[in-house]
Structures are given as C-alpha cells and as structure tokens.
C-alpha cells in the first residue's frame, strides 16, 4: 500500500456515507422499499429479512470490483473501501444497534450513543415516506433529528 492506495481507501469510506444516505433515502425508501420495508417491520432480531438482499448485491458487486481492478489497480482499493464500510455498517448498524448478533457489550462511546439513538428516530416512522436519518456512519445532533421529525409529523 502506498500513499495514493490510503488515498483512495479513505476517499472511497466518506464517498460511501454519502452514497448509501442517498441510496437509502431515495431507493430504500423509494422504489426499493419493497425489499427495505422488512427492516421497518418488527421481526426476531436474527432472522433473515427481505432488506438483507441489499447486502448481497452490495457485496456482489463488491467482489466483481475487485475481480476487475487486480491486486495494484484502484479498483480494488475501491472495493477494499466499500469493504470496510460495509464491515462497518455490519458491526455498528446490524449488531451494535439492532442486536441481530447478540452480544453482551453496551457501548458507551458518545458516537455509537448517537448513532443509535439517530437510527431509533428513523424507525420512528413505520412508512416509506417522512423518515429522518438516513445515514448509517455520521449522524447530526440528535435533537435536530428530533426537531426534523416533530416538523414531518406535525405536516401529516
């Protein structure tokens, strides 16, 4: 790894975020929310869920970027990036937050609080339409989130 691999591995990790906030809240919530509805619905927490094809073609699609991009090229440090991301958004999203994998760790970090307690306001609509929070690794303040809730709602 070189610095313009680190470049790229870094860029591809905030290129992401911003990515999947808007895939999740134009095609998740969109025309996708077919697939996505399973994870607004309540269910046993382990069980598998119509929302989880989202991550088999992601990582479908991972894996192809990497057959195509050979150990030095930037397409597989693209693909090494969306990797973590996604090993990222696995651990906070589907274990610490909600708890598919039971473990028996509180996080405690002011982050991983914010973080969840966003994600708990954007399951506050059941609905395809006037969520909040779509984003998965950075979040505002949450009683911004709060205030853009109360706003949608009171709309309704």
């Known amino acids: 790894m070189n610095l313009f691999h680190l470049l ?4 591809t990790l905030l290129i992401m975020e911003f990515a999947v906030t808007l ?9 996708g ?13 382990a069980a598998w869920q119509t929302n989880d094809w989202y991550a088999v073609v992601f990582i479908l699609f991972t894996i192809l970027l990497f057959a195509l991009g050979g150990m030095h090229a930037p397409l597989w440090w693209i693909a090494l990036g969306i990797s973590l991301y996604g090993l990222l958004y696995g651990i906070l999203h589907d274990v610490l937050i909600h708890r598919r994998v039971r ?3 509180r996080p405690t970090n002011r982050y991983i609080q914010r973080l969840t307690k966003a ?3 954007h399951h506050a609509v059941k609905t395809r339409h006037g969520g909040v929070s779509f984003g998965f690794l950075y979040t505002p303040p949450v009683e911004a ?7 949608k709602l009171q709309k309704t």
């Open 8 to 11: 790229i591995l870094v860029a």
């Open 23 to 31: 895939f999740h809240k134009y095609v998740m919530h969109g025309i």
């Open 33 to 45: 929310w077919g697939w996505h509805r399973s994870h607004h619905t309540p269910h046993e927490s």
């Open 103 to 105: 473990v028996k760790w």
């Open 119 to 121: 994600h708990y306001l």
């Open 145 to 151: 989130i709060r205030r853009q809730l109360r706003s």
